[in-house]
């Protein structure tokens, strides 16, 4: 926590620059953010329940699947947002240590894709093709081929955290119930961000009914075979995600709204298998080694009509909000910051240069 530093009449003679911006929640979105604004010059410190390294089903952004996979229904705005996480993650695939690298897509479309269709993305990945009858499945409408950024959580978290740390960031754990009890854990701070994930539902001032738990369940694969990916779109929505680093795939994927079960559905499991095998044979055997799979079981941070992002006066205080990316916080993260940094620096003027 930050030390209060009061003058005699109650009032904090700590300049507003220096006042710590305080994140709430140390998922992708909260940890992509930290690292932006303090590249920037910003002080930062993360409250969160769970932090990077934690296994708990709760916390996301530990077991998502992490590729960049242009979204379809998004407006212009919300696209760009992916585009600049592209560039960044892309700077990123660099470094080895960051677990961001690139292999090839297939994308297999059962039906035309529509007008506002993830098809948009062909403007940001390299490579893009659109395959012609006989290099795809003659049950598929159309498909194509592109190069695609995948991110291993299991290594990007934890470089997060340590590039934050490294950067003069601190992290707290703490369970909050409300953002006034953060508020008062760090009165000399004016700059506020809930990144809190579905808990901006629980949170006694926010109470966010659109916030729900969407449940999750993959299969891990290990193999040798993993640089393509695989994304079936339609009624039987399927990927298969490379996870190069640490030598297997993942398989999907499933939505279990309102669910919370930390036990694993092997029916799904079994389901995921052959819907998987039926996408990609090639990389999916039709019945895997049992030593050869393991299971993961993720709480998405989902919210009806889609995530919150703005920015909001209470008192003296600039409160920043940005949760509810579901399964696609991956694949937002990083626009998501650079937003989040312009709304902190446009608080920081108002505040230093505006009311001088």
Request: net charge neutral; with cysteine; hydrophobic share 35%.
């Amino acid at each position: 926590m930050t030390a209060k530093s009061d003058t005699p009449n109650g009032v904090s003679s700590l300049p507003y620059p220096r006042r710590p911006i305080v994140i709430l929640g140390a998922g992708i979105i909260g940890c992509a953010t930290a690292r932006q604004l303090l590249q920037n010059g910003f002080q930062v410190i993360i409250v969160g329940e769970y932090l990077p390294g934690d296994q708990s089903i709760f916390y996301a952004s530990a077991w998502a699947g992490a590729a960049w996979h242009a979204a379809g229904g998004l407006s212009e705005e919300h696209r760009y947002l992916q585009v600049v996480t592209h560039r960044h993650l892309l700077k990123m695939a660099d470094e080895p240590e960051s677990g961001v690298c690139m292999v090839n897509a297939r994308e297999y479309l059962e039906e035309a894709p529509a007008k506002n269709s993830a098809i948009w993305g062909r403007t940001v990945v390299s490579n893009f093709q659109e395959l012609v009858p006989g290099e795809f499945p003659s049950n598929f409408n159309c498909a194509w081929s592109y190069d695609c950024l995948v991110t291993d959580p299991t290594k990007h978290m934890p470089y997060l955290k340590k590039r934050i740390e490294s950067l003069g960031g601190k992290f707290i754990r703490q369970k909050v119930s409300s953002l006034e009890e953060l508020y008062s854990m760090f009165p000399d701070s004016r700059v506020f961000i809930n990144a809190s994930g579905w808990g901006s539902k629980l949170l006694r001032d926010v109470r966010d009914d659109k916030c729900y738990p969407d449940r999750g369940q993959n299969v891990f694969l290990k193999t040798s075979n993993c640089r393509t990916m695989y994304f079936r779109n339609g009624k039987e929505y399927t990927y298969v995600i490379p996870r190069p680093l640490s030598e297997g795939v993942i398989l999907g994927g499933i939505k279990q709204p309102n669910v919370t079960s930390p036990e694993v559905d092997m029916d799904i499991a079994r389901d995921e298998i052959a819907r998987a095998h039926r996408l990609a044979p090639g990389i999916v055997p039709a019945n895997p080694s049992e030593s050869d799979l393991s299971y993961i079981v993720g709480i998405r941070p989902s919210r009806q009509g889609g995530f919150r992002l703005d920015s909001e006066h209470v008192g003296e205080r600039t409160l920043l909000s940005a949760y509810g990316f579901g399964g696609g916080g991956y694949a937002f993260s990083y626009g998501i910051a650079d937003t989040l940094l312009k709304m902190v620096e446009k608080a920081e003027f108002e505040n230093v240069v505006a009311s001088g």
